[in-house]
């Protein structure tokens, strides 16, 4: 196993990781009772991208997981999703630093902190297998 197809495995593992949090955030930020306080329709969309991007990040962690090497090997397909999920992680930091609400960052520093550096890292990786 090279390093770039380790680091690449990582981030699979990081983004499996990611995931699961998720579960842990919707409670910490109580969807629930949040989401009833919505119509139906945007309640119900609301829960259906939540549960997509959720699916999304398995995927992502699954082709990470799995084929690692292949997407290691600098070849057009592998730099293609390889700067495909480099582009999605650093538009995903750039939102949360831009987008999301500062004293709710401010009150969870070490999450926000800490997925930030995640995001960064997820980004470089899959610059790195992408300008391979």
């Given at each position: ?45 609301f ?35 390889a ?18 609400d500062?004293?709710?960052?401010k ?26």
């Amino acid at each position: 196993m090279t390093t770039l197809s380790f680091a690449i495995w990582l981030a699979g593992t990081i983004q499996m990781v990611i995931a699961a949090a998720n579960l842990v955030v919707a409670k910490k930020l109580d969807y629930r009772t949040n989401v009833a306080r919505l119509t139906p329709i945007v309640g119900q969309v609301f829960a259906v991208h939540a549960v997509y991007i959720v699916l999304i990040l398995v995927w992502f962690g699954a082709l990470c997981l799995l084929f690692a090497q292949q997407l290691a090997t600098g070849d057009a397909l592998a730099r293609f999703l390889a700067g495909g999920l480099a582009g999605f992680w650093g538009l995903r930091a750039i939102v949360q630093l831009t987008l999301y609400d500062r004293q709710v960052r401010k009150e969870h520093r070490l999450q926000d902190v800490a997925f930030l550096l995640a995001c960064a890292l997820l980004t470089g990786i899959f610059l790195t297998a992408a300008l391979h």
